[in-house]
Structures are given as C-alpha cells and as structure tokens.
C-alpha cells in the first residue's frame, strides 16, 4: 500500500526518507522541521481512512488558526503547523480516535522525554 496523495497531489510522503525535510517549488522546504511533516503524513493518512473528510479538516483548521489570532498570533506563518497539529488533535479526540485523558498523557510523556533529552540525540519514549 502506498501513501496517500494529498488532495492537491504535490508530494508523497511515502517517498521522503526518515527525518528528510522536502523542498517546496522554489527551492525552500515545505516543512521547518520533521514533526510537521509527520503531522501533514498523518492528517492526510486519517483522512484517506475516513476518519474525517478534507472540508472537515480545513474547518476546523481554520477555526484553530481563528482562535489563535483573536488571542494575538500575528499570523507571520511560523506558527502554522502548531495550529495544525491543534487541529489534528481536536478531530482525533472528537472522532474518537484518541481520548482528552490519553492525548495529554501522550503529549507529558513527549515534553518530558524531549526536556531530558540531550542536544542533538534522538527523542524517545520510554
């Protein structure tokens, strides 16, 4: 089984190795760092599943972004995967996929395992 095109076809995810950041049309990458390219592999992944549709998706991304500037994100774009991975998170635990309790835990367990991390080693849970 392959990976799933996203909507707009541009990349496939299947085909970008571990911890490769791809580049966009001019040369720069699509993504500033790999979590928010694992971020676009599973949304996109969740959908195809249909575990939510696309319009879903851009929804309620769209109500995170919203939200983020009505409490003074100034919408420069460097915040846009964390609005993203915001968005994921609330469709997950709506669709059932995940819930509120095992989302936080997970995301505790992350912080801590990246906050005893050292500089430049790999981060993994325990």
Known sequence: MTDPQPPDGTHRLGDIPPGHIPPGDDGSPVFAAPWEASAFAITVRLSAQGHFTWDEWTATLSEEI???QRE???????????HWLRALERLCIAR??????EASDRKDAWQKAYLNTPHGKPVELI
Do not use: C, F, H, I
């Open 66 to 68: 919203r939200m983020a």
């Open 72 to 82: 003074g994100d100034p919408d420069l774009g460097d915040t846009y995967y964390k």
């Open 96 to 101: 059932g996929l995940v819930s509120q309790e």
